[in-house]
């Protein structure tokens, strides 16, 4: 069974600095999803950034990026320039390549705080 | 358009009562999902339908129906909840053909059971 890992249940950033949440995971497929998603406090859960395992560029989206060491089984998040509106709850999830009805495999989750 | 919506925003209800929850999207999507979640923990999957079929049920209890009308709602119907159950209902929807199928939320249904 897969299996994320996020270790850091909190974290702090001072505003325009940058962060890097951590997430591992373990799995037998070669073939796969890995996803940001952020929560703010009694706010909607979005997708913040997606890498397809088979990819070796590293995916960005505007400030986020993300460092994806495959063979670490390794896929950590960078914000640059954090802002209080970055301050959420980020789970890192994984979903199986294959299979129509593939579940998203969530880990614990980390509260990012960010300090003006 | 990534929109997912939910109605109600928020709802209390008794342990005898039965209500409904409502989702809904407009992106095509043909797969659409159940999560509840706790404060401060991740989503927890309850059911998926994959073309308007219920095509996983990860053992939930009968209290709770999930209902897919067509491919645009889904709804879960709840009846003689407990005060466990109380927490924040997500919806998703995500395509399925891969690479499409990145699940996106609702902003949920916040659940308080008396």
């Known amino acids: 069974a897969q299996t994320v890992t996020q270790s850091q249940p909190e974290m702090s950033v001072q505003e325009a600095e940058t962060v890097t949440l951590s997430c591992t995971y373990d799995?037998?497929?070669?073939?796969?999803?890995l996803f940001w998603y952020k929560q703010p406090p009694s706010r909607q859960m979005i997708l913040v950034i997606r890498?397809?395992?088979?990819?070796?560029q590293n995916a960005t989206e505007n400030r986020f990026s993300v460092n994806f060491q495959k063979a670490a089984k390794s896929f950590s998040l960078k914000i640059s320039d954090s802002q209080l509106g970055d301050a959420a709850m980020y789970f890192c999830?994984?979903?199986?390549?294959?299979?129509?009805?593939?579940?998203?495999?969530f880990g614990k989750g980390i509260t990012l705080s960010v300090r003006p | 358009d990534t929109e997912v919506t939910q109605t109600p925003k928020h709802l209390v209800m008794g342990m005898t009562n039965k209500k409904s929850l409502k989702c809904e999207q407009h992106?095509?999507?043909?797969?659409m999902y159940w999560y509840k979640q706790k404060a401060k923990k991740p989503p927890e999957l309850m059911f998926v339908?994959?073309?308007?079929?219920?095509?996983i049920n990860e053992s939930v209890p009968s209290r709770f129906s999930p209902e897919c009308p067509n491919s645009s709602l889904l709804n879960l119907h709840l009846h003689a909840l407990q005060p466990e159950d109380s927490a924040l209902y997500l919806c998703?929807?995500?395509?399925?053909?891969?690479?499409?199928?990145?699940?996106?939320f609702g902003p949920g249904t916040r659940l308080l059971v008396l």
């Open positions: 890498q397809e395992a088979y990819k070796q």
């Open positions: 998703a929807s995500s395509q399925l053909g891969l690479p499409q199928e990145t699940q996106y």
């Open positions: 992106m095509g999507h043909r797969a």
């Open positions: 999830a994984y979903r199986a390549f294959t299979g129509a009805n593939s579940k998203l495999t």
């Open positions: 799995t037998s497929e070669s073939d796969y999803y």
């Open positions: 339908y994959s073309y308007e079929k219920l095509s």
